[in-house]
């Protein structure tokens, strides 16, 4: 078994370094008499169904009876009001020291006593879809979330008798399980925008007053990326897929950027089927740093409906759908209306039938990591093959905020902002991502790119661009003998594509680069004068110094 369940009698003691206060309060509301089990997916979908406010469409899911969803069963529609993102200032982690930890538990008991005459929901899922890595995690929330419940179990892999086979052959590992309590309808008066309680060390977070979806989604897989950064992988919030050939090594392609970049783009490019391509994940997935391989998290995708416009062959795959305008089509049928009309961030949990090439296990080592990039510095390709540089890019990975988070008013959407690794939900310092991300670069010796699909110098870059780079990468069309030196900067070359030339030797262009670059210094300097007690590693801010004085 891959996490622990139960507990013999000489383990049921304080000192146990699985309990902690936290994860006391969270997992006994797990019993209470007024918590239902949910124990199939057909059972789930039936509560969703009749959950108030939920619309049944006349649209069918296809594969109900792979999904263990009844015949006959239609995709699902729920509409919620002004917050359709995640919202990260909810989020509070016991082990952050400038967390008041005995406050935040204090809070954690009279919020779940708040929602006590309620009745609740639970069930069981996997994450992590290989022996290699699977954890059982456990949901609970309150009965009038039917739908969210049944989003949850169709994201991941619900623990029914095909998933429980697979745990019994699963490596063991010395965690407990993941819990996971949520409550819309419950609001703290110390936290009125909503709250979010993680104790990532122990497995176990609560969030109250939030309906997205996406903070039950994200905030499980936050538990499960920080589990795989304690064993030897490194979390990734991105996408990966393969090529696979008969001539030559594979090549096992990982690409990292915010919800809006083009991940999901390029992982599911088939290219018109020239290629033998693979694709693992397009959001969340884990790399073993002992020998490459890759496990995927989740075996569905939380796809913006606004990507598949009506007639799209994708929308065919739906299931349960978020935030979403409903019409009828002119036979009467109840229909959606794909693009963000009603609101933006228009949400879906898309089925992996969606994927005919698709894997939960990738044996192949990973070959390259792209750093997808908003930043109009770059070109649309740049190689970095100094690894201290690498990971440093990585770590100050520059793009632009999206409609799935939920951010305060006034925010300008053009502002580029760092986000390290592309990953907002890290349950650990970034110095930790740091290390794990730099080993695969010097121990598994991946090559990195980086890719910007905004505009360079004030030219926009179309995905078809992007596209075809990744492409001709892949096939060997593009070698190292096409990039050209990045003026003096050691390790760094760019590849020339017409109507994106670099002109290095113009001063403003080298002013607007040097910018850039300083911005990467300055949020590095400001994260560790936040975090003294975690800084990251000196190294990246030395390369960067390095490239800001060549600049000047």
Request: aromatic share 12%; net charge negative; glycine share 6%.
């Given at each position: 078994m891959?996490?622990k369940e139960?507990y ?9 370094p699985?309990f902690?206060?936290v994860r006391?309060t ?18 789930a979908?039936?509560?969703a ?9 006349d649209?069918?899911?296809l ?8 015949q ?7 509409n ?5 993102g ?8 016991t082990?952050d ?6 406050a ?9 006593y708040a ?6 929901l639970?069930?069981?899922v996997?994450?992590?879809?290989d ?5 059982k995690?456990?949901?609970?929330m309150?009965e ?6 049944l989003?949850?179990?169709?994201n991941f ?7 429980a086979e697979?745990?019994k ?16 309808n419950v609001?703290?008066?110390d936290?009125?925008?909503?709250l979010?309680v ?17 903070e039950l989604?994200?905030?499980t897989?936050?538990?499960a990326?920080?589990?795989a ?16 050939f008969t001539?030559k ?8 950027g915010?919800?809006g970049s ?12 020239k290629?033998?391509?693979t694709v693992?994940h397009?959001d969340a997935f884990?790399?073993s740093?002992?020998?490459g391989?890759s496990v995927?998290?989740?075996p569905?995708y939380?796809d913006k409906?606004?990507?598949y416009p009506a ?9 349960t759908i978020m935030?979403?305008d409903?019409?009828l089509d002119?036979?009467?049928?109840k229909v ?6 009603r609101?933006?961030n228009?949400?879906?949990?898309k089925?992996?039938?969606?994927s005919?090439?698709r894997?939960?296990f990738?044996k ?16 649309p390709l740049?190689k ?6 690498a ?7 520059a793009t ?6 939920n ?9 580029l902002?760092i ?15 740091y290390?794990d991300?730099?080993?695969l670069?010097?121990?598994r010796?991946?090559?990195c790119?980086i890719?910007?699909t905004?505009a360079?110098m004030?030219?926009n ?11 001709d ?8 003998n096409?990039f050209?030196a990045f003026g003096?900067?050691?390790?760094v070359?760019?590849?020339p ?7 290095l ?9 040097a910018?850039?670059?300083?911005d990467r210094l300055?949020?590095?300097n400001?994260y560790d004068?936040e975090?003294p007690?975690t ?18």
């Open positions: 891959s996490t139960r013999s009698q000489d383990e049921l003691k304080k000192a146990n699985m902690s206060r006391a969270i997992e006994s509301a797990f019993y209470g008499n007024n918590v239902h089990e949910v124990t199939s997916v057909a059972e979908y039936n509560l169904k009749k959950q108030s406010g939920v619309i049944v469409t649209l069918p899911i594969h109900t009876k792979e999904l263990g969803l009844p006959g069963a239609t995709q699902l529609v729920y919620h009001g002004k917050i359709l995640r919202t990260a200032s909810a989020r509070h982690f082990d020291p400038k967390e008041d930890a005995e935040l538990a204090g809070n954690l008991r009279e919020d779940i929602g006590h005459e309620q009745k609740y639970k069930a069981t996997l994450v992590g879809l022996p290699s890595f699977t954890v995690a456990h949901v609970m309150p009038d979330q039917a739908f969210n419940l989003s949850y179990i169709l892999h619900f623990f029914d008798d095909e998933a697979m745990y052959k699963s490596k063991a590992y010395d965690e407990p399980d993941i819990y996971f309590y949520f409550d819309p609001q703290d008066p936290y009125p925008k909503g979010g993680f104790d990532a060390p122990h497995n176990c977070a609560a969030v109250f007053n939030l309906r997205y979806f996406g989604k994200k905030g897989l936050t538990l990326w920080a589990i950064h304690r064993h030897g992988y490194t979390a990734c919030h991105g996408g990966e897929k393969s090529f696979h001539d090594d594979d090549k096992v392609f990982a690409f990292y915010l919800s083009g991940k999901s783009t390029l992982t599911h490019e088939m290219y018109d089927g290629y033998d391509i693992l397009d884990i790399i740093r002992e020998d391989s995927a998290l989740e569905s939380f409906t606004h990507d007639g799209h062959h994708e929308t065919k795959y739906y299931t935030n979403c409903v019409t002119s036979n009467g049928k959606i209306v794909t693009e963000d009309l609101n933006n228009g949400r879906v949990i089925t992996r039938y969606t005919p090439h894997v939960d990738e192949a080592p990973i070959t390259a990591l792209f750093w997808i990039m908003k930043d109009g510095s770059l070109p740049l970095i093959d100094d690894p201290v540089l990971t440093t890019m990585g770590c100050t990975l632009k905020r999206t409609s799935a988070e951010l305060p008013k006034g925010f300008d959407m053009n502002t902002v986000e390290p690794f592309a990953d907002p939900f890290r349950a650990y310092p970034v110095s930790g991502d290390r991300f730099k080993e670069f010097t121990k010796g991946a090559s790119y890719l910007n905004d360079f004030g030219k870059i179309p995905k078809e661009v992007t596209k075809k780079i990744i492409e990468l892949a096939n060997g069309t593009i070698t190292d096409d050209k003096n900067f050691k390790g070359s760019y590849l594509i017409d109507g994106y030339e670099v002109h030797d113009d001063p403003e262009y080298q002013k607007t680069l910018r850039r670059m300083q300055d949020w590095l400001n004068k975090h007690e800084p990251i590693q000196d190294e990246a801010k030395e390369t960067l110094e390095g490239i800001i004085k060549e600049l000047s």
